[in-house]
């Protein structure tokens, strides 16, 4: 990490700092999927996906879902009336990337992280266009609960970082050293932005992400932290799958890395469901539009169980392979002893490029 001084008015020389997803909650935000060139059958599936989702969320706290005005009755006729709808509109359906990072300050403050955002590459290799209302959706929010809202000079989703509250951010090079996200920042001047706008002090760089993943390798469906020096990783056994080198690749990182306050971390597998394809069915539901990415049957599917939520006393997991479900949801109950493992059908969601992580972004309870 540079030692580079850190500006007067940075949210970490302020004291903020974000807290790690295990760390209690206020809220949990999420948004309506809608864009029939994601979402197969005009959304239809999906919404189900997202609608269970944020049942299960609600079991241990406030969900908040933000909806277009043309969705807003839709989406509250099928979500259970203690969840909020909220009228915000948005590009796709992503709010762990374009929704707030929220930092927390020892006095009790809440303030948002606006990072800048390009839809994962904007026009080099990004998966559509426009984004003009995804970029404005953290900024709203702040908005909306009253709080102070940093502008980071950074492009930066959620997904592509994992913290474990106590000053170690793990990340990886093929998302943010990607030259369709920030070109002019080298690997030392994204950690001290990352160390001014998180309060980060040491970044743990994993070489890739997930085999296929279209975000450009985000760590949140590889590998995250489950409690402070103990991190899940997504493990596949088979030599001849592309997931096993970059798993294993990231495992040596993972083995011989200290985190913030100087402990070595315990790295538990979880295996990876599949491998899973988008099949022709699936591909015949989506709307073929320019402004997306195809979605072409026989493509592969970066599904994993790493892409999971942790909630106040649950943990919502992603359900992909029958084959494989029962062996990661007990893996989980294992690393989350105080909280209930609830797998929710995940295949819709996997559909639209992502999981359970990336539909949902945590408010840290100050
Ligand atoms: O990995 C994530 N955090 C988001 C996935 C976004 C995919 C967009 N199609």
Known sequence: MSDLVLPSDSPARLGFRMP??????????????????????GAKPAQR??????????????????????????????????VRVVELSSNDAWMRDVGPTFVTHPDGRLAVIDW????????????????????RI????????????????????GGAIHVDGEGTLITTEECLLNPNRNPSLDREEQEVLLADYLGIDKVIWLPAGCYQDETDGHVDNLCCFVAPGVVALTWCDDVDDPQHAISRRALEVLEAARDARGR????????????LYLAEEDANGVDRLSSSRPRRAGDRLAGSYVN????????????????????????????FPERRVVGVPAREILLGGGNIHCITQQQPRV
């Not at 879902?65 to 203690?82: F, I, K, M």
């Not at 900024?139 to 000079?153: E, N, T, W």
């Open 20 to 41: 790690a997803e295990f760390a209690p909650h206020e809220a949990c935000w999420m948004l309506w999927p809608q864009r029939p060139d994601n979402w197969r059958l």
């Open 49 to 82: 996906a997202f609608a269970e989702v944020a049942r299960v969320i609600a079991q241990s706290e406030t969900v908040i879902v933000g909806a277009s005005d043309e969705q807003y009755e839709n989406a509250r006729d099928q979500l259970p009336p203690h």
């Open 116 to 135: 800048d955002f390009n839809a994962w590459g904007g026009l080099k290799g990004g998966l559509y266009f426009p984004w003009d209302k995804d970029r």
């Open 138 to 157: 953290r900024r709203k929010i702040a908005g909306m609960l009253g709080v102070p809202c940093f502008s980071a000079p950074m492009v930066l989703e």
């Open 264 to 275: 070595r971390l315990t790295v538990h597998k979880l295996p990876q469901p599949g491998p």
């Open 308 to 335: 999971f939520y942790i909630g106040n006393r649950v943990v919502a997991m992603p359900l992909l392979d029958p084959a494989f479900d029962e062996i990661a949801r007990a893996r989980l109950q294992a690393l």
